[in-house]
């Protein structure tokens, strides 16, 4: 019988465009992407109907004055096979909204005197520009430390002193090598003008190719107990035909397999509280986040295209209750307090993806439970510091 197409067979392939809804040929060999939850909306837009008076009842024409398409799907929350090259769906995150900045090599030096117990003052010749190894993971190789390892939310280039994200055991000093490990990291721009775009094709049951130019859209995160962490993509495109076509030769070993969230893999901290249980940590069950862009479709006389206009990021946290003694969330709200969130999910490459936002503020506390336990999860706003700088997403 002919005609059929198998739905189980479904290919969906990306490429960042070099000019602005040209073509970027994507192929099955280099830019496959591995997905769950792959859906497509092949024709979208809005139409008007030629309600002409005639003589008799009945439904106009309907003329299409839009026509583009979109797709949404979800891919793992995973680092690249290589660390400080993009992961195969950095291309992805950059059209939605996001710049790339690519550490291919381990940056290593001597610390100076002036290390506290959470800060580690790096060489003199380390990068002047501020929080430029934000999310990155930075070992102690030798001398007074040795052996320990954090990762720095926070660095300031004139001082060259780089925060971190636990306290050291042992506070380095002078003697104390380092060694900042590779890794491409994301943030929000917001530049049309710099934003990038991407090419997708959507093959159904592996004949009929759908092609989307062009595409800008947003991205969401989810790193819940019991699961692995996924990305969530809802990309729009414009229309850029169909035809019968096929991919052979379709390659995902580039893509790294996850790891479980959970108890001695996922590690992170919360409003100066450590993901460490206890009297004195955190437990929590669920992290999302939703990067917030408004991507639209734009059609008039000399131009056509997807544009991203508005930003607005948030996320929610999910923890076990706790004595108020142990942690306030009620007065931070009251209050109209912020603070910082980070999550590190680790990958079965020895990588891992942390996903920090320095300026969380809650807009809402509710309690549930999990298991007869109760939880409280906090919906929050995620704040600029000082502009793009809401959400940073590294890849290590």
């Known amino acids: ?49 030629l309600k002409y008076i005639t003589n008799s009842l009945g439904t106009g024409k309907k003329i299409r004055t839009e026509l583009y398409r979109s797709i949404t799907f979800k891919c793992d929350l995973v680092s690249a096979l290589t660390p400080g090259t993009p992961p195969p769906y950095g291309f992805a995150l950059r059209a939605c909204g996001m710049a790339e900045l690519l550490s291919a090599a381990a940056v290593t030096g001597t610390a100076q005197a002036g290390s506290t117990t959470t800060t580690l003052k790096l060489a003199a010749a380390a990068s002047s520009v501020d929080d430029v190894y934000l999310g990155a993971k930075v070992r102690i190789t030798g001398g007074i430390g040795n052996g320990q390892s954090a990762t720095i939310i926070d660095y300031v280039g004139s001082t060259k ?16 090598l380092y060694s900042i490990d590779p890794f491409a990291r994301y943030n929000p721009v917001s530049d049309i003008l710099t934003m990038d775009a991407a090419t997708f094709y959507y093959n159904e049951g592996n004949q009929v190719r759908h092609k989307l130019v062009g595409c800008r859209g947003n991205v969401k995160g989810d790193a819940s107990a019991k699961d692995t962490g996924m990305y969530d993509f809802e990309m729009i495109g414009l229309y850029a035909g169909v035809a019968d076509a096929s991919e052979t030769g379709v390659i995902v070993s580039n893509w790294v397999d996850p790891f479980e969230v959970g108890f001695g893999r996922t590690y992170g901290q919360a409003f100066g ?14 992290f999302s986040f939703d990067l917030g862009q408004k991507p639209a479709y734009r059609s008039v006389v000399g131009y056509q295209g997807i544009n991203i206009t508005d930003r607005a990021a948030s996320g929610s946290l999910t923890l076990d209750a706790a004595l108020v003694a142990q942690f306030d969330p009620w007065t931070l709200l009251a209050n109209n307090g912020s603070g910082a969130i980070g999550i590190e999910q680790p990958d079965s490459n020895g990588g891992s993806v942390r996903i920090d936002i320095p300026k969380a503020a809650p807009t809402e506390i509710d309690y549930g439970e999990d298991q007869g336990i109760s939880t409280n999860t906090l919906s929050f706003d995620c704040q600029r510091v000082l502009g793009n700088d809401e959400i940073y997403i590294t890849c290590r």
Do not use: C, H
């Not at 939850?37 to 837009?45: A, R």
């Not at 002193?161 to 104390?176: K, L, Y």
């Open 161 to 176: 002193v780089a925060t971190v994200d636990r306290p050291w055991t042992v506070t380095p000093d002078a003697t104390s």
């Open 1 to 49: 019988m002919s005609g059929l197409l198998l739905r189980n067979n479904r290919v969906l392939l990306g490429k960042l465009e070099s000019t602005y809804g040209t073509d970027a040929a994507p192929t099955g060999a280099l830019n496959a992407l591995r997905v769950t939850d792959l859906s497509i909306k092949p024709i979208q837009g809005n139409t008007k109907e």
């Open 273 to 286: 509280k450590q993901f460490t249980g206890g009297a004195s940590g955190l437990q929590m069950g669920k």
